[in-house]
């Protein structure tokens, strides 16, 4: 039997740092039976393992979470993190039956469990939330064939600055710096595909300029865009 249908979804007002269209997916998923299935997680622990089962997607209702692969000799590569109003684990959709990453809360973070059956039962009956995930997973595509295009063209420099700018949300709020908690040099070089000390040398002059600073978390000055814009590294020494 249908579910009912949530009222004026387009019209709530949006939460969080959404990666996508503006939408009010806590409010959203309230109106689905056993949408409202919350898990919480403390700094560090895994919402699910590289291997496991891939029956159920999850929300990011609040907190940060860590996708990571490692390959068959141990090496771990990060390959997103994820703020409050995400999705993640959508692969059980199209037919994963193992999980292909794993993922980590980085911080206190509370999740909505939503089953494949459930999920998979909403697409088909409701129009509008499929509409809206589908859009949503395509904002998310777009920001993954950047950092594709990133990794193939930038130098390591540029996606160094780049990836302190996306974690900061640079440009989504009106104030000029933000902060970047719990983000290690480490997580940054396997995110970026270089050396720790590589990343420490750019941390450092990034710092030196004073387009950061650092004590524990780390503050982003709206100056290191311009790190980005400079065709020649060698004009933000000048």
């Known amino acids: 039997m249908p579910t009912k249908k949530p009222q004026a979804v387009e019209n709530r007002k949006p939460k969080g ?11 959203l998923l309230a109106h689905i039976p056993g949408g409202e299935m919350v898990v919480h997680h403390k700094a560090g622990s895994r ?13 990011l209702r ?10 068959e000799d141990g090496k771990e590569a990060i390959i997103a993190i994820l703020d409050a109003d995400e999705f993640f684990g ?29 999920m998979a039962r909403m ?28 990794q193939l063209f930038n130098s390591s ?14 440009g989504k709020e009106s104030k000029m710096e933000s902060v970047v908690p719990g983000i290690t040099q480490e997580a940054l070089a396997q995110m970026i595909g270089t050396t720790r000390s590589r990343v420490n040398y750019f941390m450092n002059k990034f710092k030196k300029l004073g387009f950061i600073s ?7 000055n709206s100056g290191l865009l311009s790190v980005l814009l400079a065709h020649d590294m060698s004009e933000l020494t000048k």
Not at 47 to 59: E, H, K, N, S, V
Not at 62 to 71: A, F, I, P, Q
Request: glycine residues 6%.
């Open 17 to 27: 740092k959404s990666h996508g269209p503006p939408v009010d997916w806590e409010a």
């Open 123 to 150: 697409l088909h009956v409701e129009q509008g939330v499929a509409q809206l995930f589908v859009t949503h997973l395509l904002y998310r595509n777009i920001r993954y064939e950047a950092d594709l295009v990133d």
């Open 62 to 71: 609040r907190g940060k979470v860590k996708l990571s692969v490692t390959s």
């Open 214 to 220: 650092y004590n524990g978390d780390m503050t982003v």
């Open 47 to 59: 919402i699910f393992r590289q291997g496991d089962p891939a029956d159920a997607l999850f929300y």
């Open 157 to 170: 420099e540029r996606r160094l600055a780049r990836i302190l700018l996306l974690l900061a949300h640079f």
């Open 90 to 118: 959508e692969g059980c959709l199209a037919g994963q039956p193992l999980r292909m990453a794993t993922a980590t809360a980085m911080e206190v973070s509370a999740l909505t469990r939503i089953p494949k059956p459930l």
